[in-house]
Structure formats: structure tokens, C-alpha cells
């Protein structure tokens, strides 16, 4: 089993950026697929960017492309999500997740696939 916990959160105004961090604990993070999610409230839980256990994969959501980087350092059990060029309509909780997976290379595309998820960290960004 594997703990994740999330920080960099925060406020920031339209155009700012931030860096998110997922420190993973309990077991080596090379071995799971892992991936950035967000919930803004009375929204769906929405996959930001998710990237596979090699880092030769990734994916993002459309309206995050461009703006945003997920990265990952396995020999620090951690993965980040660079945040540039923010808007308001980022704001949200942001969780990161893990997923087992056999396959290095493959990215793991569905929530219902991470069986471990963070707590989650708020980033605002105002207007």
C-alpha cells in the first residue's frame, strides 16, 4: 500500500503559476502509474494529466494542455504538476492518485483504476 500526500496549493492570481508535489510513502512509486485529478465544487472529479511509471507517457485534459506539466522522480517518490498560465476556472481541489500497473510505458486512463488517492490540496486562482 502506498500513501500519497499533496502540497503547493494555494492562492494566486490569473496568469501565475504553481508547482504541485505528491510525496509517496509505504511503497516505491516506480512501481504505479499516477496521475493528477481535480473536483471544483458542484463539479465532476475531472483527470488533469496522468503519466505512466516510466514517464515516457503522458496525457492531459484539453483544457490544460500548453499550461500544464506532470513529471515524476521516482528516486524521490514524487510526482509533480507544474502550473503555468493559470485561470479562475482552475480552481479546485487537486488530488494525485496511484495505479498499479505491470506495464512501464502505458498511461492508466480511468479513475476507477487508482486505488490510492492523496487528500487533496486547494488552489485558487482569482480574477
Known amino acids: 500500500q502506498v500513501q500519497l500526500v499533496e502540497s503547493g496549493g494555494g492562492l494566486v492570481q490569473a496568469g501565475g503559476s504553481l508547482r504541485l508535489s505528491c510525496a509517496a510513502s509505504g511503497r516505491t512509486l516506480s512501481r504505479y502509474a499516477m496521475g493528477w485529478f481535480r473536483q471544483a465544487p458542484g463539479k465532476e472529479r475531472e483527470r488533469v494529466a496522468i503519466?505512466?511509471?516510466?514517464?515516457?507517457?503522458?496525457r492531459y485534459t484539453d483544457s490544460v494542455k500548453g499550461r500544464f506539466t506532470i513529471s515524476r522522480e521516482n528516486a524521490k517518490n514524487t510526482v509533480y504538476l507544474q502550473m503555468n498560465s493559470l485561470k479562475p476556472e482552475d480552481t479546485a481541489i487537486y488530488y494525485c492518485?496511484?495505479?498499479?500497473?505491470?506495464?512501464?510505458?502505458?498511461?492508466?486512463?480511468?479513475?476507477?483504476?487508482?486505488?490510492?488517492w492523496g487528500q487533496g490540496t486547494q488552489v485558487t486562482v482569482s480574477s
Open positions: 492518485a496511484a495505479a498499479i500497473t505491470p506495464l512501464d510505458n502505458l498511461v492508466v486512463v480511468a479513475a476507477k483504476e487508482y486505488a490510492y
Open positions: 503519466i505512466s511509471r516510466s514517464s515516457s507517457s503522458t
